[in-house]
């Protein structure tokens, strides 16, 4: 038997942290090789990392909530692999330099035949040359749960017990709850909802049998605590107290990224103002057509082609800015970004060669990628590689805005709402009428270091004309 402890790897971009979301696994618990142990959130996505071991679970090293460094012990299991003088696990190796994705070899192993039977899985490893971070001071509570397990003894006597680990025990469900669980079961999306209504998960006795509260209880539990008491006066909702929110994860990320690009690129913002009403009949006619009664058929996917349209027209727009080969990178194909706002923060995924999608299948892209990013779902590789980006303010209301730029793209595209309003339309006869019409404002912000003022009033011209008329544009 042997104790081995599974590091934080390197899910991804060279992120240097994660923060630990929510065990999957307790203490005591069988595991088996790419079983879900942990889930976790970094800056790009949530994501759940499976076990590199089978064997059993001894101890949980980090507490939930907590956000720990690429490399940090987190979990110690006991396998039934047999290791000389009970060494050091092969979890707790760095991936090799050469960017092997395995877990690595045990320390204290003969190399080929102990990494034969470590299990390979894709991801994981230690990033080398990342970027060196400020040490920081662990609190108290912490610097307990980091402490690497101490060697276990040969199996010829018996194991010692662990020091002061943190035990999670599995809440009963559904009895009542008369004391505060060590921890609970909820998805990221509804940890944020109860967040966001003040509802401290501990206090919900969970319905369904496996334990994991869902969103409708903690919407029930925020009801309780704000509903007013019978024969009270009307009440009017507070501001609330003041509180500090860390700043981590996707809005750190996001964070910089605007004050990278704002202060990098320098940005030019044109609006345009049309006639939309062809369009929104169009989206009436597809909605009708047999072919598209399972996708979502919305105006978004029209500004979308036609982007796209405006881009095969004028391919230095899909571009970007290689500072270090001082040189400008027209790419050859599209990955087409949409802005979506999730509970987890502002998120861009992106749709990899959608200019070659049919209006049909760029229809069933946008609607798995919004769901997916509202799911907390999107993977990491769908984060990036955009190389423009489409954000609709126009599902608040807001007429349009000036977008900053998605850092690494030369232009990105604001869609407004979309209102009836008095317009002059002019006839066949030239005789110009007052009447109402739907009508939106796109605002164009680009990179004036790759996009000047004539192509960026082209691009943004052709795509006017799309949504103008997009029978006559699409044939």
Do not use: C
Not at 11 to 35: H, M, R
Not at 113 to 121: F, G, S
Not at 227 to 241: D, F, L
Not at 264 to 291: C, G, I, N, Q, Y
């Amino acid at each position: 038997m042997a104790i081995k402890q599974f590091r934080l790897p390197d899910v991804g971009e060279g992120l240097t942290e994660a923060e630990i979301l929510q065990w999957v696994v307790a203490v005591g618990d069988e595991v088996k090789v790419n079983q879900t142990l942990v889930e976790i959130e970094t800056a790009k996505a949530a994501v759940e990392l499976p076990s590199p071991f089978a064997g059993v679970v001894r101890e949980l090293l980090v507490e939930q909530g907590s956000t720990v460094d690429v490399g940090t012990p987190i979990i110690s299991i006991e396998t039934a692999d047999a290791e000389p003088g009970g060494s050091a696990p092969a979890a707790a190796a760095p991936a090799a330099s050469n960017g092997s994705s395995s877990s690595g070899p045990s320390q204290g192993s003969s190399g080929g035949a102990e990494a034969k039977r470590e299990p390979v899985l894709v991801g994981y490893g230690v990033a080398h040359g990342s970027t060196k971070r400020r040490s920081r001071k662990p609190a108290p509570a912490q610097e307990a749960a980091v402490a690497p397990a101490p060697v276990v003894p040969t199996a010829a006597s018996a194991p010692a017990a662990p020091p002061t680990p943190i035990r999670v025990e599995r809440p009963a469900a559904p009895e009542p709850v008369t004391t505060r669980p060590t921890y609970v079961l909820a998805k990221p999306l509804v940890r944020k909802l109860a967040k966001d209504l003040g509802v401290d998960l501990t206090t919900i006795a969970p319905e369904r049998e496996d334990g994991v509260i869902t969103r409708e209880e903690v919407e029930r539990a925020a009801a309780r605590v704000t509903a007013p008491r019978v024969g009270s006066h009307p009440m009017i909702p507070a501001v609330g107290e003041t509180r500090r929110v860390p700043i981590k994860g996707v809005r750190k990320a996001t964070a910089a990224a605007m004050v990278s690009s704002a202060f990098t690129a320098p940005h030019v913002t044109e609006f345009l103002t049309l006639d939309v009403t062809r369009t929104m009949k169009l989206v009436a006619r597809l909605k009708a057509l047999p072919e598209f009664a399972d996708v979502k058929v919305s105006p978004l996917l029209l500004i979308a082609k036609a982007l796209l349209l405006a881009v095969a027209k004028h391919p230095e727009v899909n571009a970007s800015w290689d500072e270090a080969a001082q040189e400008i990178v027209i790419h050859g194909s599209v990955n087409l970004g949409i802005a979506a706002a999730t509970p987890r923060g502002l998120i861009v995924p992106n749709i990899k060669g959608a200019e070659r999608l049919p209006l049909r299948d760029l229809a069933v892209a946008l609607g798995q990628l919004t769901a997916t990013a509202r799911e907390g779902k999107t993977a990491l590789e769908d984060l990036t590689g955009g190389t423009i980006t489409i954000t609709n303010v126009g599902v608040f209301g807001v007429d349009t805005g000036t977008p900053i730029l998605n850092p690494g793209e030369a232009a990105i595209l604001a869609f407004g709402a979309i209102k009836q309003q008095p317009w002059v339309v002019t006839d066949k006869h030239g005789k110009a009428k007052i009447k109402p019409r739907w009508v939106t404002t796109l605002g164009l912000s680009f990179d004036h270091r790759l996009i000047d003022g004539e192509l960026g009033s082209k691009f943004l011209r052709d795509i006017g004309r799309v949504l103008a008329d997009p029978v006559v544009s699409l044939v």
